[in-house]
């Protein structure tokens, strides 16, 4: 489980705050990736991260900013936020392909529980 | 567009009984199927995935999955459940470049 790492683990915020969240992979992957996942809704991809590159954005709104400085560390900035974008946040990083072809396997943090008041 | 649907929202099984989380899937294209599972304040922890070839996947605690082509099913099992396997169990399509899409989730809950 410490192949993924997420920061902070808890983070509570006004709406008028702009905070940041941080993910740093350890499994020499090329890809990294932002979901959501709230109480009422699946899982949900927000964001694609392909070699730095980013590659899909999953019709997020602006006031989720991603940045992807090398192929280990990924970040999600957040401003303006509104109630409703509380929810747990999580970052996976894979191989883009896999060893036997196809998609790598996701591996994923523990994620960052935000709670926007 | 993919979908995955988990139509069962909690799955109740007594301990030492074989259990089954199911799953069917829409793709287009090649299926990558995946499994995982969520415990309480954790991540998501991969448990096995289907790229090709036989259509029985075995994985880790002693999961398994069968893929299912003609009825698009892609179904979770393990032949004897322990009472720490209560847990969120996701099933997933697609992944690399384009990330994976999830269904519902079901609980899965052992009951000693």
């Known amino acids: 489980e410490t192949g993924v790492t997420q920061t902070p683990r808890h983070l509570v915020m006004g709406m008028t705050n702009k905070k940041s969240l941080k993910c740093e992979q350890h499994?020499?992957?090329?890809?990294m990736y932002w979901y959501k996942q709230s109480a009422k809704k699946p899982l949900e991809l927000m964001f694609v991260?392909?070699?730095?590159?980013?590659?899909e954005n999953n019709s997020v709104p602006s006031r989720f900013s991603p940045e992807c400085p090398n192929s280990s560390h990924l970040f999600l900035h957040l401003h303006t936020l509104q109630p409703e974008d509380s929810a747990l946040y999580l970052c996976?990083?894979?191989?883009?392909?896999?060893?036997?072809?196809?998609?790598?396997?996701?591996?994923f943090g523990p994620g960052t529980r935000l709670t926007v008041l | 567009a993919q979908s995955v649907a988990q139509p069962e929202d909690q799955v109740n099984v007594a301990e030492g009984n074989p259990l089954t989380v199911k799953c069917t899937y829409s793709?287009?294209?090649?299926?990558?199927l995946f499994w995982y599972v969520q415990y309480p304040n954790r991540g998501l922890q991969f448990l096995l995935k289907?790229?090709?070839?036989?259509?029985l996947v075995k994985g880790s605690y002693g999961f398994e999955a069968e893929f299912n082509k003609s009825q698009t099913s892609f179904h979770l099992k393990k032949p004897s459940a322990l009472v720490s396997d209560s847990a969120l169990y996701f099933c997933?399509?697609?992944?690399?470049?384009?990330?994976?899409?999830f269904g519902k989730g079901t609980h899965l809950i052992i009951q000693p």
């Open positions: 793709v287009s294209g090649n299926p990558y």
């Open positions: 289907y790229i090709t070839g036989d259509n």
């Open positions: 997933a399509a697609g992944g690399g470049a384009d990330g994976l899409t």
């Open positions: 996976a990083s894979s191989q883009v392909v896999g060893l036997a072809g196809g998609p790598g396997t996701q591996y």
């Open positions: 991260y392909n070699f730095k590159e980013q590659t």
């Open positions: 499994l020499g992957h090329n890809a």
